[in-house]
């Protein structure tokens, strides 16, 4: 069942959409249907993928991850990290070389999820 926010990934292609009105019964991309990317909230290793909300002058600071940033190489870097509220999803977008981090306008207490999705790793939550 495709729902409202949910992202999905083409494994031909590298194609992640994220669904902004719930319609077709299935995601397809290079002729195969895309895979529901599911948010891992857990780190295993040493490298830091949950994103850490802080609270700022004006919004909030989402850092992946909290005390160890994560890589920002050609290679293997954080993509978009994802602030979603009860009414809005804000995304800022990232390339290789910034810093995997960002600001959102918003009340800590209104964040119902931080999420970020990683090229090489997938998706994350915190
Ligand atoms: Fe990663």
């Not at 494994?11 to 990317?37: F, H, I, R, S, Y």
């Amino acid at each position: 069942m495709i729902k409202l926010r949910d992202i999905y990934y083409c494994e031909k292609c590298g194609n992640v959409v994220e669904v902004l009105n719930e319609g077709a019964p299935a995601l397809v991309c290079c002729g195969d249907p895309m895979q529901k990317l599911s948010a891992k909230s857990e780190d295993a290793t040493t490298e830091k993928h949950v994103p850490y909300v802080e609270t700022v002058e004006g919004g909030i600071l989402v850092k992946v991850g909290q005390n160890t940033a994560h890589p920002m190489l050609e290679t293997h870097y954080i993509k978009f990290i994802e602030v979603l509220t009860k009414e809005k999803v804000y995304r800022a977008e990232l390339n290789p070389g910034d810093v995997p981090e960002a600001f959102f306008p918003v009340a800590k207490e209104a964040v119902l999820e931080a999420r970020e999705w990683c090229n090489l790793h997938g998706l994350w939550k915190g």
